[in-house]
């Protein structure tokens, strides 16, 4: 875990920082928010250094949104905007999340697992068990002006999977998360980050507007979009500097198409 933010920090120059000008819209990636010291993939945030990398941005005169806001800002020429994505639908994101969001004035995409309502992170061999959200509180996340966003069905490595196997984890999905919001969802994000030309070309047929991978390498389009994975350890000069390589890595906007068939895993076990 992080040092204690209250006491005197190496990073507090970074202030002086002005952010990247970038071209790419900036999405960062969330997992679990909440207070723990059993977090062995580094997915977990305690809600007190959620609010400070919030406020952090805000200091930079961004502010975190939805993805799908956020394309949309981007596409009219707004750059005050970062996007804020939380995966795999941990029930956490009610009780932590979303009232730390709402002081810092903040929306979110919460990409969920509609096939595991109420269950647990089976797919993490290490680690503790945390509760998944369950469908009636998906239901409030939408409401309370959350967009909610599909991460398949059951976290399966999607490139994996038969034909028929990925059409119910990108269509079925969707058709469910519609069924508890009322709305069909825009995005999509693929578990584990991993994807190929046949997976991203599923996720456009079955009807989303976007797909959110981490690192996505040849495939980068509006159906693989970059992400910044956020930990516990960032503060400061760490989310200036990962803001930087970001701009560095993904200067152009994104086209509408890919062009290899080869899987692209992200870093790190999700």
Request: hydrophobic share 35%; glycine share 12%; with cysteine.
């Amino acid at each position: 875990m992080a040092a204690d933010p209250s006491a005197p920090c190496a990073d507090a120059p970074s202030s002086r920082l002005r952010p990247h000008t970038r071209r790419q819209p900036w999405i960062l990636t969330y997992h679990s928010v909440t207070d723990t010291d059993d977090d062995p993939y580094g997915i977990t945030v305690s809600p007190r250094r959620l609010g400070e990398q919030l406020a952090w941005l805000r200091s930079r005169g961004l502010r975190g949104v939805g993805v799908s806001e956020l394309m949309r800002a981007h596409a009219a020429g707004r750059r005050d905007l970062v996007g804020l994505t939380f995966d795999d639908g941990y029930a956490d994101f009610l009780q932590e999340a979303l009232p730390v969001l709402r002081v810092h004035g903040c929306t979110a995409t919460v990409f969920v697992l509609p096939g595991r309502p109420g269950g647990e992170n089976e797919w993490d061999p290490l680690g503790q068990r945390k509760p998944l959200l369950t469908h009636d509180e998906i239901r409030r996340i939408a409401e309370a002006g959350m967009e909610v966003g599909s991460h398949g069905l059951l976290h399966q490595d999607l490139t994996t999977l038969a034909d028929e196997e990925l059409r119910q984890e990108t269509v079925h999905s969707r058709e469910l998360i519609a069924g508890l919001t009322g709305t069909l969802p825009e995005g999509f994000c693929y578990p584990y980050g991993t994807l190929d030309r046949r997976v991203a070309d599923a996720v456009r047929s079955a009807g989303y507007g976007y797909g959110c991978a981490l690192a996505p390498g040849p495939l980068l389009s509006r159906f693989a979009l970059p992400r910044t994975h956020i930990s516990q350890a960032d503060r400061g000069v760490r989310l200036w500097a990962k803001d930087l390589r970001h701009g560095l890595r993904h200067g152009a906007v994104p086209g509408a198409g890919s062009r290899t068939a080869s899987p692209v895993r992200a870093g790190g076990p999700r």
